[in-house]
């Protein structure tokens, strides 16, 4: 039985009711994506339907386009109607819900339970936060009699979709909120201005600007909120009666309640920053301006495109101008941004007195990090012709190459991290500025049998990306936040909370990040071949499109700016790919490929 009728919307948003015809069945748990444009309304449960096909109904109800689920209600009797909370969250099984057969109440009962079955991947909360979860669902739905007509009458609250459907009715967005620094935040200019993308999950369709402001004002998921603050004040919510949209200029008008009204002029500006960039994520035309108003209509603030433009995302990335290597005479190279022809970076770096094997620029690209051939030595220098080498800043003490020092990465506060995997010593090390003394960072997440294996820090400071390996040997990849406390004289630092960012794949093999929110990923699914992903940052897959094919790969770079090409160590040297078209050969010699970052 079939419980949805899909109506095709024409481009310009429009749709119409055919005047004859049948009602089409759709397949909820299997539509193709390319139905993007397709709007689906529940069907009406039917006179003399038998408890499996109510619950049947009632879950292809639940994936229509209906903003409070209107037709589901009408699955269940009016007080369990009053009571289910379809936004408490959404369960995401991989082929769709199965509805089990129904089963008589025991005791002389006379209703009936459908046991709902299906393979969790997902669970998404209440603040719209995604995160892994493989397992098992199984949720009972129990049946009574009401009017004569079968109906449930008792009912997990929350969602249970299909895959297929979580990617049709949901997009992810990215919310912004500024970064807890602490006593680093002195470290550059704006520090207190780091906006931090927090990716969330909305409805498409179901008045997406407005639900994108709300989704903001609820402040921060709770994985990223011991890092990030929010600029509106708590309580902050619209005033009543908005459904918002930009004008015909690109603008946004935002009336608040009087609890986020009632702030000075200088939060004012924050608040219109974080919004305005938060909603040109979602947003398919430009937002030119955010408009914040109080209940009254009154005017409290405004920011320009041009205006919000020093809070930019991603403004601790830098210009990523070059592209950098160790080439196949272990000296420090790069490629200009449009050039196929490397040449040394200047200073001690390009000249190859010391063989290297693994280098870190800078944001600016002004200091080079690089480890050398043997993995022993970490070496910190300028990029200047003057420069020199000087002794190593930190030594390994592993007597195996694979287990001594990581490549470093820098974030955009200039602090640079490493890792040393010395079996009898492992250790995440932080350089404030690039100089400083190596401190040690707890990583109280870590297993007594697991080790870094390599790291990417995001420029904003607060988040890395860790490729650790495992007990087993395995290699898993994992998010961690980094949490700053202390003052700049007893600066406390440590990395909390590690979550899973690829659990689909049973070995990594390498990453790096390539957007606000997004990673690109090397590994292995189970029985698979080799693969390279974009994966979010909350363990979502990207919308991205598919990355095209490419041979053993043991290195990727990615920069945060998503205009740049990928980069890549494969069998065939070092690779870059360019928009719209497929790997191109760079060098045939040469590894680590890096991103200024």
Same mark, same amino acid.
């Given at each position: 039985?079939?419980?949805?009728?899909?109506?095709a919307?024409?481009?310009?948003?429009c749709?119409?009711?055919?005047?004859?015809?049948t009602?089409?069945h759709?397949?909820s748990?299997?539509?193709?994506d390319?139905?993007? *444009?397709?709007?689906?309304?529940?069907v009406s449960?039917?006179?003399?339907?038998?408890?499996? *096909?109510i619950v049947?109904?009632f879950?292809?109800? /639940?994936?229509s386009?209906?903003?409070?689920?209107?037709?589901a209600k009408?699955? !269940?009797?009016?007080?369990?109607?009053a009571?289910?909370?379809?936004f408490?969250?959404?369960?995401?099984?991989?082929?769709?819900?199965?509805?089990?057969?129904?089963?008589?109440?025991?005791?002389?009962?006379?209703?009936?339970?459908?046991?709902v079955?299906?393979? &969790?991947?997902?669970q998404?909360?209440?603040?719209?936060?995604?995160?892994?979860?493989?397992?098992?669902?199984?949720?009972g739905?129990?049946?009574?009699?009401?009017r004569?007509e079968?109906?449930?009458?008792r009912?997990?609250?929350?969602?249970?979709?299909g895959?297929s459907?979580f990617?049709?009715?949901?997009?992810?967005?990215?919310?912004?909120?500024y970064?807890?620094?602490?006593?680093?935040s002195a470290a550059?200019?704006?520090?207190k201005?780091v906006l931090?993308?927090?990716?969330?999950? !909305? &409805?498409?369709?179901i008045?997406?600007?407005?639900?994108?402001?709300?989704?903001?004002l609820?402040?921060?998921t709770a994985?990223?909120?011991?890092?990030?603050?929010?600029?509106?004040?708590?309580?902050?919510a619209?005033?009543?009666? *908005?459904? !918002?949209s930009?004008?015909?200029?690109?603008?946004?008008?935002v009336?608040?309640?009087?609890?986020?009204?009632?702030?000075?002029?200088?939060r004012?500006?924050?608040m219109?920053? *974080?919004?305005?960039?938060?909603?040109?994520?979602q947003?398919s035309?430009?937002?030119?301006?955010?408009?914040?108003?109080?209940?009254?209509?009154?005017?409290?603030c405004?920011? /320009?495109?041009?205006?919000?433009?020093d809070?930019?995302?991603g403004?601790l990335?830098?210009?990523a101008?070059?592209?950098?290597?160790?080439?196949g005479?272990?000296?420090?190279?790069?490629f200009?941004?449009?050039?196929?022809?490397? &040449?040394?970076?200047?200073?001690?770096?390009?000249?190859?007195e010391t063989?290297?094997?693994?280098?870190?620029?800078n944001?600016a690209e002004q200091?080079?990090?690089?480890v050398s051939r043997?993995g022993?030595?970490?070496?910190?220098t300028?990029l200047?012709?003057d420069?020199?080498?000087?002794?190593?800043v930190?030594?390994? #003490?592993?007597?195996r190459?694979n287990?001594r020092l990581t490549?470093?990465?820098?974030?955009?506060?200039?602090?640079?991290?490493?890792?040393?995997?010395?079996?009898?010593?492992p250790?995440?090390?932080?350089?404030?500025g690039?100089?400083e003394?190596?401190e040690?960072?707890?990583v109280p997440?870590?297993g007594?049998?697991?080790? %870094?294996?390599?790291?990417r820090?995001?420029?904003?400071?607060?988040?890395?990306?860790?490729? %650790?390996?495992q007990?087993?040997?395995?290699?898993?990849? #994992?998010l961690?936040?980094?949490?700053?406390?202390?003052t700049?004289?007893?600066?406390?630092?440590? %990395?909390t909370?590690l979550?899973?960012?690829?659990?689909?794949?049973e070995?990594?093999?390498?990453?790096?990040w390539?957007?606000?929110?997004?990673?690109?990923?090397?590994?292995?699914?189970?029985?698979?071949?080799?693969?390279?992903?974009? %994966?979010?940052t909350?363990?979502?897959?990207?919308?991205?499109?598919?990355?095209?094919?490419?041979?053993?790969?043991?290195?990727?770079a990615?920069?945060?700016?998503e205009?740049?090409?990928?980069?890549a160590d494969?069998?065939?040297?070092?690779? &870059?790919?360019?928009?719209?078209?497929?790997?191109?050969?760079?060098?045939?010699?040469?590894?680590?490929?890096?991103?200024?970052?």
């Open positions: 039985m079939v419980q949805l009728t899909a109506l919307l024409l481009l310009t948003g749709a119409s009711m055919p005047d004859d015809g009602v089409d759709v397949d748990s299997h539509r193709a390319s139905d993007s *444009q397709v709007r689906v309304f529940g449960p039917q006179k003399g339907e038998k408890p499996q *096909q049947r109904g879950l292809e109800a /639940t994936t386009d209906e903003a409070a689920f209107s037709t009408k699955y !269940l009797t009016g007080k369990t109607a009571k289910w909370d379809p408490a969250s959404t369960s995401v099984v991989s082929e769709g819900p199965s509805p089990g057969n129904a089963r008589r109440d025991t005791g002389g009962g006379h209703g009936f339970t459908v046991q079955t299906g393979t &969790r991947v997902a998404v909360d209440d603040r719209h936060s995604y995160s892994p979860d493989a397992g098992d669902y199984s949720e739905f129990h049946l009574t009699k009401d004569g079968w109906r449930i009458d009912v997990p609250d929350g969602l249970v979709l895959e459907d990617q049709r009715i949901y997009r992810p967005i990215n919310n912004y909120y970064a807890e620094l602490g006593a680093d550059i200019t704006g520090g201005d931090v993308a927090d990716p969330v999950y !909305l &409805r498409r369709r008045d997406p600007v407005t639900a994108t402001v709300k989704a903001l609820d402040g921060p994985w990223i909120d011991p890092v990030v603050q929010s600029s509106f004040p708590k309580g902050a619209l005033a009543r009666g *908005q459904h !918002l930009l004008d015909d200029s690109g603008a946004l008008s009336r608040l309640n009087s609890k986020g009204a009632r702030v000075s002029e200088g004012c500006v924050r219109a920053s *974080q919004m305005l960039h938060t909603v040109q994520d947003a035309a430009k937002v030119t301006k955010v408009v914040l108003a109080g209940p009254d209509g009154e005017t409290r405004e920011r /320009t495109r041009e205006q919000a433009e809070y930019e995302p403004r990335n830098g210009r101008s070059h592209q950098y290597f160790v080439d005479d272990h000296r420090v190279s790069s200009d941004e449009d050039s196929d022809d490397p &040449r040394p970076v200047e200073g001690a770096l390009g000249k190859g063989e290297m094997g693994a280098v870190a620029v944001r200091e080079g990090a690089a043997a022993r030595s970490l070496y910190v300028r200047t012709e420069s020199e080498l000087g002794e190593p930190l030594t390994s #003490k592993a007597k190459e287990d490549a470093p990465s820098w974030d955009g506060l200039g602090d640079l991290w490493i890792a040393d995997r010395d079996p009898d010593d250790r995440l090390l932080r350089l404030a690039g100089k003394k190596p040690e960072v707890d997440g870590l007594k049998d697991e080790r %870094i294996e390599s790291l820090i995001a420029s904003d400071g607060v988040r890395m990306a860790l490729h %650790i390996r007990k087993d040997g395995s290699r898993t990849l #994992k961690g936040r980094v949490q700053r406390a202390g700049a004289a007893d600066p406390q630092v440590r %990395i909370a979550r899973p960012l690829a659990p689909q794949f070995d990594v093999a390498a990453m790096s390539a957007g606000g929110s997004r990673l690109v990923v090397v590994g292995r699914e189970s029985g698979s071949v080799q693969q390279m992903q974009y %994966i979010e909350d363990g979502s897959a990207s919308n991205q499109p598919t990355l095209p094919g490419i041979n053993d790969v043991t290195g990727v990615a920069s945060e700016d205009s740049k090409p990928l980069l494969s069998e065939d040297g070092i690779v &870059r790919l360019p928009p719209d078209a497929n790997w191109k050969t760079l060098t045939d010699s040469g590894t680590s490929p890096a991103y200024p970052g």
